[in-house]
């Protein structure tokens, strides 16, 4: 279903990473009354003025949140439907990690009468669910977008576990997923494909796993040197055999998924000046797909865009005129400034083109103008 229609509502689930351990929460959001950014005023007559202030009154944003009370920082939090309930799972500091269910949080945003009751009574609801069989913390995490309630999560000391839920509760296999030789940075199920989901690792390598094999057996393919450092983040194309990564030497790599055996990325960009931190492909549009990095720089990409030859002279005699624009990738469609200490960037499955940043410095709502 596509919102085209202004003014747009959205909610978020989001984490917080608090020096004190006791002081962190998850936080559900709702941001309403979305619209257009308003043109800069202009100096005209005192009536328009006040037409404006009220015209800006009227279209300006709303923001409400509530939150729940979590033991240690937040490494990674990610979302899921599962019965029609909207739940969370969170990847702790402290090396646990927890699920919760998300309803009361969202009733509380969308009924102040609620709200009130729950800030009055210092409502916090207690995990679903906990798993301490991790050594270490970790930031992996994802669930399976074909199996609902499924999970996967991969920790600092390289071991991967699949939880499974059962009608009560979730059942997480004691036996790790072992082929990563350290820690295991990101994890993305296939969205096709029921038992199979890739990884990547500070190791260098991404790679693809099927949990039908025993979990010493379930590695199938292995890119042993997918960059020349750490591999942070991974996405999977949905309705394409590819996936990209993003690591620490600054590099985007795309690679098909039937020739990962040959070790080489069928396409590989370099624009951003310090790590990736994240990566996603669009839901829809199979070419298109947004990045971030610790350079304070959000990406757009579409692999479809070529140009010919009368455009790479233009673009060549353009170049010289502005060193700023010398040797940036084709294919490089949009960049976002003005964030710092990005972390995460994401499509809105519902808004078309709408992009929604997290940082240090706060939440970023955007369109592109081609969106």
Same mark, same amino acid.
């Given at each position: ?178 082929? +990563?030789? %350290? *820690?295991?940075?990101?994890? /993305? $199920?296939?969205?096709?494909?029921? =038992? @199979? !989901?890739?990884?990547?690792?500070? #190791? ?67 624009? +951003?000046? %310090? *790590?990736?931190?994240?990566? /996603? $492909?669009?839901?829809?549009?199979? =070419? @298109? !797909?947004?990045?971030?990095?610790? #350079? ?76």
């Amino acid at each position: 279903m596509d919102r085209n229609q202004y003014p747009h509502t959205i909610f978020i689930v989001c984490g917080t990473q608090a020096e004190k351990s006791d002081r962190n929460s998850v936080m559900v959001v709702k941001m309403s009354n979305l619209t257009k950014t308003l043109k800069e005023k202009t100096s005209e007559s005192d009536e328009d003025d006040n037409d404006d202030d009220e015209e800006e009154e009227d279209t300006k944003p709303e923001f409400e949140s509530v939150s729940l009370k979590h033991i240690g920082g937040i490494n990674r939090i990610r979302s899921t439907v599962i019965n029609d309930r909207k739940i969370a799972a969170t990847w702790s500091d402290t090396g646990k990690v927890h699920i919760w269910d998300l309803s009361r949080l969202l009733h509380a945003v969308n009924d102040s009468s609620v709200m009130a009751t729950y800030v009055r009574n210092q409502e916090s609801p207690k995990p679903l669910f906990t798993f301490n069989g991790h050594m270490n913390e970790g930031f992996a995490m994802d669930w399976s977008p074909t199996v609902p309630g499924m999970l996967a999560t991969g920790d600092c000391s390289k071991n991967i576990h699949i939880w499974k839920p059962n009608e009560t509760e979730w059942v997480v296999d004691q036996r790790p997923y072992v082929g +990563h030789t %350290s *820690s295991v940075e990101d994890i /993305q $199920w296939s969205p096709n494909e029921q =038992s @199979v !989901f890739t990884s990547c690792s500070v #190791d260098r390598s991404i790679r693809v796993w099927d949990i039908r094999a025993m979990p010493s057996k379930a590695c199938m393919l292995t890119e042993t040197d997918a960059h020349t450092s750490d591999v942070n983040v991974v996405s999977w194309n949905k309705h394409e055999p590819f996936l990209i990564s993003g690591g620490d030497d600054g590099y985007i790599k795309v690679w098909d998924l039937r020739q990962l055996s040959k070790q080489t990325p069928v396409a590989s960009f370099k624009h +951003h000046h %310090s *790590s990736i931190t994240s990566v /996603q $492909w669009h839901h829809i549009d199979s =070419s @298109v !797909f947004a990045a971030a990095g610790a #350079d304070n720089q959000i990406t757009l990409w579409d692999l479809a865009v070529e140009k010919d030859d009368e455009e790479n002279k233009e673009q060549t005699a353009n170049n010289n005129k502005n060193n700023q624009l010398e040797n940036l990738p084709d294919q490089l469609l949009f960049i976002h400034m003005g964030q710092t200490d990005i972390k995460e960037v994401h499509w809105h499955r519902q808004i078309p083109g709408l992009l929604i940043s997290t940082a240090l410095s706060g939440f970023n709502i955007f369109k592109t103008i081609s969106a």
